[in-house]
């Protein structure tokens, strides 16, 4: 049987990219712990930013899985790997190293009072120094920051290539087939919600999202079997052709379940009761969200075109580039005093073009290509970064993405000028009161470098 051209699933990647600038850029503006704070910060934005804080990473998973399955059937297990992890450490690496830092540089001089210039703070950046912290609340060091997604997929790649060595392609084409024949009608809604809610209930208060990919076993209850039913689903016509027919039921959900979950956190905290139901709250918006952007993808996004082929190879290296573009055009633009709507316009602006820009000069230098996670320069393209939904040259982590560590300034809710962590440092560390650079000043907490996440039921 012919792989269907799953073209809408490479458009809404390309949409949950310019999402996930718009995301970035609002974290700067929003109460919750970024790694820097626009002194205009409020909470008037949180209500929109928390529209897709539910879905939008599970929906990425969902699509990298379709990916990675038709990949699967297209490729030897072996030439898989190679194929993925060529794609994807090369540029996790690069951005590692290369990328990222300016966005530390910058926390921990906002942060802690670091005075020490950017070559000084990368001599630290590679020593792995854990001495920007105040008591055993550190920045670990060095980081991936919104990087951490990468890391994940290439992760859960060799989880599937396990898989298959284990089960074969037959096997799991089975699988695929009857996944597919339970989710149909009622129970396409209600069996993810309940897997959701089950994992969140159980699992969201033992083990805090820390996307340090050692110690995040929520994280990956949620998302490895998101992937894997990606991988599933991704030759099954009925299941996509019944989320278009649940469309216009699975948005009203989700909208009434955001409605829900942003009147419970506008409530004090100690009021903030019936954790359970507020997880399942949440669930429940994930996937129907989920359910009502593919159904709507589908119906109105399911063509190729030019538009598509060149978005679809510009936007990993666009997200490779995007949040350390957003905070170091933040910086100079603090002196501009504008106004914040239109700073915030200015600050959208500028990291979309210079991004594109940089992507003009990557995409016509071989040399540079591997480094953003594109293929040889006019070569046969195989798959995108992240693998491809046939019909597509390549593919986009695009999202919302959130960082690296567990140590972070990212826990929603807290004060804009607070970073907390969650790292222990050594005693050495805890007992130190000044960093190289900071002229001796005492630490404010610096957290790690993990992107900030909406509050959620804890």
């Not at 099954?236 to 829900?260: H, K, S, T």
């Not at 960093?435 to 993990?450: F, H, L, Q």
Request: proline share 7%.
């Amino acid at each position: 049987m012919p792989q269907q051209r799953l073209y809408f699933l490479d458009w809404l990647r390309i949409l949950a990219f310019f999402l996930l600038v718009l995301y970035h850029t609002g974290m700067y503006y929003v109460t919750w712990d970024f790694h820097v704070k626009s002194p205009h910060a409020s909470a008037a934005l949180e209500p929109f930013m928390m529209m897709s804080s539910p879905w939008r990473m599970s929906l990425l998973f969902l699509i990298s899985g379709v990916a990675a399955g038709f990949l699967a059937r297209k490729l030897a297990t072996a030439r898989l790997v190679r194929e993925r992890s060529g794609r994807l450490l090369v540029p996790l690496l690069f951005g590692k190293l290369v990328v990222v830092p300016p966005q530390s540089y910058f926390q921990v001089v906002e942060a802690v009072g670091y005075t020490g210039d950017y070559f000084d703070f990368m001599k630290l950046y590679v020593q792995a120094y854990h001495g920007f912290c105040k008591g055993n609340d550190c920045l670990s060091l060095p980081t991936w920051n919104h990087l951490w997604f990468v890391a994940y997929i290439w992760v859960y790649t060799l989880d599937l290539a396990l898989l298959i060595a284990l089960v074969g392609h037959e096997r799991l084409a089975r699988a695929g087939a009857w996944l597919g024949r339970v989710l149909t009608g009622w129970r396409a809604l209600v069996l993810p919600i309940a897997f959701l809610a089950v994992v969140r209930v159980t699992l969201k208060s033992h083990f805090p999202e820390t996307h340090n990919l050692t110690w995040d076993w929520f994280n990956h209850a949620t998302y490895l079997p998101v992937f894997l039913a990606g991988v599933l689903l991704s030759n099954q016509e009925g299941f996509w052709r019944e989320l278009e027919r649940l469309r216009f039921v699975a948005l009203g959900i989700a909208l009434a379940c955001w409605a829900v979950l942003v009147s419970y956190h506008s409530q004090p905290e100690a009021m903030q009761t019936w954790l359970a139901t507020a997880r399942t709250v949440w669930a429940t918006c994930q996937w129907c969200a989920i359910v009502a952007v593919c159904g709507f993808g589908r119906r109105h996004l399911n063509f190729d075109s030019a538009k598509r082929r060149y978005l679809t190879e510009a936007v990993f290296p666009v997200y490779i580039l995007h949040q350390t573009l957003i905070i170091c055009f933040s910086r100079p633009l603090l002196h501009a005093e504008l106004p914040p709507v239109t700073e915030g316009i200015v600050l959208v602006v500028l990291t979309f073009t210079v991004s594109f820009g940089i992507f003009e000069v990557v995409r016509r230098v071989p040399v540079l290509r591997p480094l953003f996670g594109l293929g040889r320069y006019g070569g046969p393209a195989v798959a995108g970064p992240l693998g491809t939904v046939p019909g597509s040259l390549g593919t986009v982590p695009g999202a919302a993405f959130q960082s690296a560590h567990r140590n972070s300034a990212s826990i929603p809710g807290a004060a804009a000028s607070q970073y907390r962590g969650g790292v222990t440092a050594t005693p050495a560390q805890q007992n130190s009161t000044t960093t190289p650079g900071t002229a001796g000043s005492p630490y404010r907490p610096c957290g790690d470098s993990r992107t900030a996440v909406p509050p959620q039921p804890n």
